[in-house]
C-alpha cells in the first residue's frame, strides 16, 4: 500500500509539491507531508493516507458536480474581448514592455505531442484574462504583472525534449522536468515567472508549482492533458474562451505558489502552501471540494493581512495596478465595487437593489457603501443550505460594498430528488 508514493517524495530539493488543484484537493495529505519534510529538508514522512492520496481519485475538487457548478455559475466574464488580438507564434521571449518582476506565459508541448495551437488561436490569452480580470475584481484593479508585447500578451512556445510518457512518468514531479527543461533552453530570466501550460497528459495532478523558500523555482505548470477521477479532462481548451473556468484558477493558483503564497506564517496556512479557512479561497486546500471565488478568505492570511514579517500578495513585486484606465468619469463621483454571487446547486439569488439574478446574472457593481441584500430562492422544492464568502449562515444576508465582495450559496436537491 504504501507504495511509490513515498519514494516519489525523497527527491532532491529542486523537486516540487507539484500539485495543484491536484494539490488542494486530494493530494493534500501528500502535499502536507511533502511540504513540511522539504521545508525541515529531511526525507518526507509518509503514511496511510499519502498513499491512498496517490490511489484515489484524486481531484475531489474536479467531482463532476462541482465541475459542472462551477461551469454553470463561473461564466461570469468575457473571455476576449473585440479589441483583443493575438500575436503571431514567437519561440522566444519578445522584448519586454515594462521592467522587473513579471509573469511570462508560454505554451508547451511534449516533444511527441499535437500542437494544438493554443498560443495563437487565443486560448492560452483567453484564459490569463479571464484570471487576471477575476484578480481585478477582488482587488480594485490591481493583478499581476504579465509579460507583453505590444499590448498583447507575449506567450512563447516551446517544443519540450521529452516525450509525453517521459513526463508523466514523474507523477507529481511534471512540473520540476518542465522547469528543468525550460531553463536549459534558456527561459531563466531573473524576476520571472514562467506559467506553462503544458500540453500533456497525466494522471498524478493537475498542475503544480514551486513554494519558495520550502520549493525555489520559477515554472508554474498546468497539464491540460491530465486526467482526474474517472478519466475526466483537467482542462477543456474551449471553455476558457467562453469565460472563467475552474482550471484558469488553477493557473493562478499555481503562480501564486510560486511566488511564495501562502507563506508559513500565515494564520491558516495548512498544506504546504495552502489556506484552511475555506473551500472558496483561491488557496484553500483540504477535505471539502474546492470552489475558488475568493482571494484571501477574511482577508487575513496573504492578501491585505498586513502581517508583520509575512510575505503579502499586496507588497509582492509581481502585483501592482495593471487594469487599463477607467473611462473619464461621467459625473458619478464614487467608485463602484463589484459583488460577485456564486450558486452551487438548484436555486437563484436575488439582491436589493436588483442587479443580482444569479445563475443568469452573477456579478453587479454597486456604488461604495451600498447595503445590498441577497435572498436565496429555491427552484424545483430544492432547498437553501447556506451561505459562504461575505456571508455566513441560512437566512438573509446584506453585505456592505466597502469593497469588492464575493458570496456564494448552497443549495440541496429535494430529498429522493435527482438531476
Ligand atoms: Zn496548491
Known sequence: MNRSASSRRTKT????????????????????????????????????????????????????????????????????????????????????????????????????????????DGTIAASVKNWQTWLHGQTAGHGLFLDA??????????????????????????????????????????????????????????????????????????????TYGQGSLCYTPSLSLNGLQIMDFAALHE??????????CAPHQTRAGHVSDSPTDLMYAGDQPWYPSVLDFGRDD??????????????????????????????????????????????????APAGIACPRRCAAAFSKGTKVTLRPRSVKRSRFVRWSGACSGSKRCTVVLSRPRSVSARFREPAGGSM
Not at 197 to 221: E, K, R
Not at 255 to 264: D, E, L, Q, R, S
Open 13 to 120: 530539493a529542486i523537486e516540487s509539491p507539484s500539485g495543484l488543484m491536484g494539490d488542494s484537493e486530494t493530494s493534500t495529505t501528500a502535499w502536507t507531508s511533502t511540504g513540511e519534510g522539504r521545508r525541515r529538508g529531511q526525507e518526507v514522512s509518509r503514511g496511510p493516507e499519502e498513499t491512498d492520496q496517490v490511489q484515489q481519485p484524486r481531484f475531489r475538487l474536479f467531482s463532476k458536480a462541482a465541475a459542472l457548478a462551477a461551469l454553470a455559475t463561473l461564466v461570469i466574464t468575457p473571455a476576449l474581448d473585440a479589441t483583443s488580438t493575438v500575436l503571431p507564434r514567437s519561440v522566444s521571449d519578445r522584448p519586454d514592455e515594462r521592467s522587473g518582476p513579471q509573469i511570462h506565459v508560454m505554451y508547451v508541448v511534449p516533444s511527441d505531442g499535437a500542437d494544438r495551437a493554443l498560443d495563437t
Open 149 to 226: 508585447y505590444q499590448g498583447e500578451l507575449d506567450v512563447t512556445f516551446d517544443r519540450l525534449p521529452r516525450t509525453d510518457a517521459q513526463y508523466a512518468s514523474r507523477g507529481v514531479f511534471i512540473r520540476d522536468a518542465i522547469e528543468s527543461d525550460l531553463r536549459a533552453a534558456g527561459f531563466s530570466a531573473p524576476g520571472k515567472i514562467y506559467l506553462a501550460y503544458y500540453d500533456g497528459s497525466s494522471t498524478a495532478a493537475c498542475g503544480g508549482g514551486a513554494w519558495p523558500p520550502a520549493l525555489v523555482g520559477n515554472v508554474a505548470a498546468i497539464y491540460m492533458r491530465a
Open 255 to 264: 503562480v501564486m505558489h510560486t511566488m511564495g503564497f501562502v507563506p508559513t
Open 302 to 351: 496573504y492578501f491585505d493581512a498586513h502581517i508583520p514579517g509575512c510575505l503579502d500578495l499586496a507588497n509582492s513585486p509581481y502585483f501592482g495596478a495593471t487594469q487599463s484606465p477607467a473611462p473619464p468619469p461621467s459625473g458619478k463621483p464614487s467608485a463602484n465595487y463589484r459583488l460577485t454571487v456564486k450558486v452551487v446547486g438548484p436555486g437563484r439569488v436575488l439582491s
